[in-house]
């Protein structure tokens, strides 16, 4: 199991009262396996996944990745977690203007301690595995909506981290270019075998998924694909 969350409450504080987001969520997620969270506005899917990508810490509950607990007090443990063993794709891309998109990859190995010719090759690898080899150099501003968002893919994947998450990662692209970023996911997640949780309001994306869950006023709910 690459991702296993165990009754994970948040709570916030508004004023004099305390506010829980999330009331006991357990999910888990295999190697190979996708699997999408759906959820209307408010219902604290970016609170969740805040906190297994290990950038929140819950209130209270337990969360283990790749078979490891997380100690979750610990901050430093949790950046080095988030480093190494998570890669993150966002629904802005967050690509560094002023570098191509080999050199996006490389700076987001440099940050998890890759270096020189090592990071090079590395990002160079996952720029080939996204298809775009013949945009290597290319800055954002030269690229396309659904070129750039496979950079984020190509720097999610680099360094092989067992975990990916997905923030909304069709949401600023067309159906068609949308289709061919998932189908791109899914080849990807299958092949190299990592575990991939995607957040979305997007149902083309249950067509890649292996399940869907659904989370609603702080609860989740496991649904069946048959049905949707």
């Known amino acids: 199991m690459i991702l296993e ?17 999330l009331k ?8 190979g396996e996708i699997v999408a969270l759906e959820g209307p506005s408010g219902s604290g899917k970016t609170t969740l996944l805040s906190i297994i990508g290990c950038i929140l810490t819950p209130t209270s509950g337990e969360l283990a990745i790749d078979g490891k607990r997380l ?3 610990n901050r430093a443990n949790l950046t080095a977690i988030r480093r190494k063993q998570i890669g993150f794709v966002f629904q802005q891309f ?5 570098l191509s ?4 990859v490389e700076y987001t190995l440099n940050v998890k301690g890759w270096q020189g010719r090592k990071a090079r090759k590395e990002a160079e690898r996952v720029i080939e595995a996204v298809e775009l080899g013949d945009r290597a150099k290319y800055l954002p501003r030269d690229m396309s909506g659904g070129q750039k968002q496979r950079v984020a893919i190509a720097r ?16 600023n692209l067309d159906s068609v270019v949308g289709m061919q970023v998932l189908e791109l996911f899914r080849t990807l997640a299958k092949r190299e075998n990592r ?8 149902h083309k994306v249950r067509t890649i998924c292996d399940r869907v869950l659904r989370i609603d006023s702080g609860r989740i709910f496991d649904e069946q694909l048959a049905a949707a």
């Open 24 to 31: 006991g969520i357990s999910l888990e997620v295999s190697r």
């Open 101 to 104: 998109a080999v050199e996006n």
């Open 156 to 171: 999610a994947l680099a360094g092989s981290p067992p975990l990916l998450l997905a923030d909304e990662p069709t949401a």
């Open 71 to 73: 100690n979750l007090g």
């Open 195 to 202: 575990g991939l949780l995607i957040v979305t309001h997007d």
């Open 94 to 98: 967050n690509l560094f203007p002023a």
């Open 5 to 21: 969350a165990k009754n994970i409450h948040k709570s916030f504080r508004e004023g004099r009262e305390s506010v829980e987001v």
